[in-house]
């Protein structure tokens, strides 16, 4: 039996080896090479992606008019679909110009388009069915849809000029790049999102940090003001307690003493007094440092625990509406409270005191009152001496630093008879000294 010729068609994949053969192997030659073309486009769109969705889709649709040598490429989302991706829709023209009505680094908006692009891009926005939902192949114009887990979210289509008829291969390379156009842009929305959660993240942190080191210093605020706290009950209950039983004591053996040792007596006494002022203001400042700081009537009653035997009935009374006290001010009212709690503890025998703070608009006023034994025109008789210099005045020095304390900053202090039946020393400050040095004619 003779041999059967080989066919060659099956070979090369040509239909027949006549005379026309070579233009049909020229033909799928150029298709072949315009594939692998595509197939750069794409590696080349693929690279894009790090760079954000806008670089990709501008590789996309350049790629998809270097492919087909398109006079008009389109890439648009429909309206509702991936909502925080942009761009979302991108036109490429066949002189190079990249289009869009919105985008970062795309400048130029389409002002002259050819209807058939205007209509399609309409179309996509409009989420048309008969154009998004399947492929459209014609002699010179096809189109993809953009699709994301099954469901259609735009389209990608492209226009060629007369001498650039579209095949089936060309369906193929719009769909992959219409795929990863797609995935870029979801995955762009993702690290977007990502970046914002991480920020938030960041920022909760820092709040945390603030928190932790305002809590922190919230806790050693209040250990500092607890221990000076107790530094301060200690002295009261221990320290202060006796220098006013010792000078108490040697107040009332005073009378009972003459000659040399009266001076030693009277010295003793002023070392005492001395000491107890030192004490006061120990206690004073730690008592100002405590957190929160306490308020005026809480600091007259801590005086009152101070200066007062236990046997004495003691109040305080804050009237009116309260204000901000400067240091100074505040300081010369609870050192003038403190000198006349002293002296009823050790002159008056008094069986009652009853302190009085009032705020008015202009100044502010302090009342100690008691019941005790004292005269008030005996006391102004003692306060006229003790300003004059007179020594035998010396024990009753109190009494004069109470009204320079008083006349330094403005104001007035007063010696009457109280309502108790005892002395009262009123002292009247005003809220906004006049200025230092300014004198005022006390009533004595």
Not at 33 to 44: D, N, P
Not at 122 to 142: M, Q, Y
Not at 366 to 383: A, E, I, K, Q
């Amino acid at each position: 039996m003779p041999e059967k010729e080989p066919d060659l068609a099956s070979l090369v994949g040509l239909r027949t080896v006549k005379a026309g053969h070579y233009a049909q192997f020229r033909g799928t030659a150029a298709r072949l090479s315009r594939v692998m073309t595509a197939l750069e486009g794409i590696s080349k769109a693929l690279v894009q992606t790090a760079e954000g969705p806008e670089a990709l889709v501008v590789a996309v649709v350049e790629t998809v008019r270097d492919h087909l040598g398109a006079d008009w490429v389109l890439f648009a989302l429909a309206d509702g679909q991936l909502g925080k991706t942009t761009p979302r829709h991108l036109i490429a023209s066949g002189d190079g110009r990249i289009m869009a009505f919105e985008g970062v680094r795309i400048a130029t908006e389409p002002t002259d388009l050819p209807d058939q692009v205007l209509n399609r891009l309409n179309d996509v926005l409009r989420g048309e069915r008969d154009v998004l939902h399947g492929p459209i192949v014609s002699e010179h114009h096809i189109h993809v849809p953009v699709e994301l887990d099954g469901r259609v979210v735009g389209g990608l289509s492209a226009w060629t000029p007369a001498d650039r008829d579209v095949d089936p291969a060309d369906l193929m390379v719009l769909r992959i790049l219409a795929g990863q156009a797609t995935v870029a842009m979801v995955n762009a929305a993702l690290f977007a999102e990502t970046d914002r959660r991480a920020e938030e993240l960041a920022e909760r942190n820092s709040e945390l940090l603030r928190t932790q080191r305002e809590l922190s210093a919230a806790q050693r605020t209040a250990l500092l003001g607890g221990e000076r706290a107790r530094i301060a009950r200690e002295l009261h209950d221990s320290v202060g307690q006796s220098v006013l039983s010792a000078g108490l004591q040697m107040e009332l053996c005073r009378p009972s003493v003459s000659g040399p040792a009266a001076d030693h007596v009277d010295k003793a006494v002023r070392l005492t007094r001395d000491a107890m002022e030192q004490l006061r203001n120990a206690i004073y400042t730690l008592a100002d440092a405590r957190t929160p700081a306490p308020s005026i009537a809480e600091t007259l009653d801590e005086l009152c625990a101070l200066h007062m035997p236990a046997d004495t009935q003691t109040s305080v009374t804050v009237r009116g509406r309260p204000r901000e006290l400067s240091g100074d001010l505040q300081h010369a009212v609870l050192r003038i409270a403190g000198e006349s709690l002293f002296n009823a503890a050790v002159h008056s025998e008094a069986e009652r005191v009853a302190v009085t703070f009032g705020y008015t608009d202009e100044r502010v006023t302090l009342w100690v009152d008691d019941d005790g034994v004292g005269d008030p025109d005996d006391l102004r008789s003692v306060l006229r001496a003790a300003l004059a210099g007179d020594r035998a005045a010396g024990r009753h020095r109190g009494l004069a630093n109470m009204a320079s304390r008083a006349e330094e900053l403005g104001g007035t202090l007063r010696i009457r008879r109280s309502r108790l039946g005892g002395v009262r020393i009123a002292a009247v400050l005003p809220l906004v000294p006049p200025g230092y040095g300014d004198s005022a004619e006390e009533e004595i």
